[in-house]
Each structure stands twice: as structure tokens, then as C-alpha cells.
Nanobody
């Protein structure tokens, strides 16, 4: 089993920044991919970024490209999502997830929930206009 715990959400004004953290514990994988997803009320959960351990590849959804940056700290078993220039449409519950096969996070392949095995409980991000 893997436990993922997100933190760092909160209320921020339009144009502001937040840094989300996701700390993993439990089972380890030799290869993995980590993803960040978000879900706004009444909308489907959408993938917005991912990072693959094998080649450190990162992908971003067009909606966040250039504003959000994903990073990892292997020593802390953590991944981060630095979010800048936040917009009201970025408001959502943000989830991190892990793909224990490491096969996801393909360029051009989009983000798919079914590729991820374990999920965190989410952290709320609210952006005031």
C-alpha cells in the first residue's frame, strides 16, 4: 500500500501563487510516475501534470503550461506543484497520484485516471477574483 498526503492548498487572490506538496509513504517502486489532478465542482477530474521517474519527463496540460511547475524531492519522497498566476478557473480540489508501473506520463497521450494506482485525499485551492 501507498499513502499519499497532499498539503498546501488554501485561499489566494487571482494572480497569486501556491505550492502544493504531496508526500508518499509505504510501498516503494523502482519506476513510477506521479501525477497531479484537479476536480472542480460539477466537473470531471482532470490531469494537469505528471512526472516520470525513469527519465524525469514532465508533462503539463495546456491549461496550466507556463504557470505550473512540478518538481520532486526523492530524499523526502515528495512531489510539489508550484502554481503561479492563479486564475479563478484553477479553483478545485487538487489530488496527487502515483502510477507504480512508471509507464504513464507519455507526451501527447494525455492524463488518464486509470493509469494511477494510489491517490491522496486532496487539498482545496480557492482563487478569489
Amino acid at each position: 500500500q501507498v499513502q499519499l498526503v497532499e498539503s498546501g492548498g488554501g485561499l489566494v487572490q487571482t494572480g497569486g501563487s501556491l505550492r502544493l506538496s504531496c508526500v508518499a509513504s509505504g510501498r516503494t517502486f523502482s519506476r513510477y510516475a506521479m501525477g497531479w489532478f484537479r476536480q472542480a465542482p460539477g466537473k470531471e477530474r482532470e490531469g494537469i501534470s505528471c512526472l516520470r521517474s525513469s527519465d524525469r519527463r514532465k508533462n503539463y496540460a495546456d491549461s496550466v503550461k507556463g504557470r505550473f511547475t512540478m518538481a520532486r524531492d526523492t530524499a523526502k519522497n515528495a512531489v510539489y506543484l508550484e502554481m503561479n498566476s492563479l486564475r479563478p478557473e484553477d479553483a478545485a480540489v487538487y489530488y496527487c497520484a502515483i502510477d507504480g508501473s512508471g509507464s504513464s506520463c507519455q507526451i501527447g497521450a494525455g492524463f488518464h485516471r486509470y493509469e494511477y494506482d494510489y491517490w491522496g485525499q486532496g487539498t482545496q485551492v480557492t482563487v478569489s477574483s
